[in-house]
């Protein structure tokens, strides 16, 4: 699977993509979603 290296934003702002942010950030959600059951 290839990951961009720039995410453009809805206002029309680029950043940078970082996959290390999204992983952390998508672990802390299902990790809240599990100790919702």
């Known amino acids: 699977m290839d990951l961009p290296n720039v995410v453009v934003k809805r206002d029309g702002r680029e950043q ?22």
């Not at 940078?16 to 059951?37: M, P």
């Open 16 to 37: 940078e993509f970082d996959a290390g942010r999204i992983r952390r950030a998508i672990s802390k959600a299902f990790e809240a979603v599990g100790r919702t059951e």
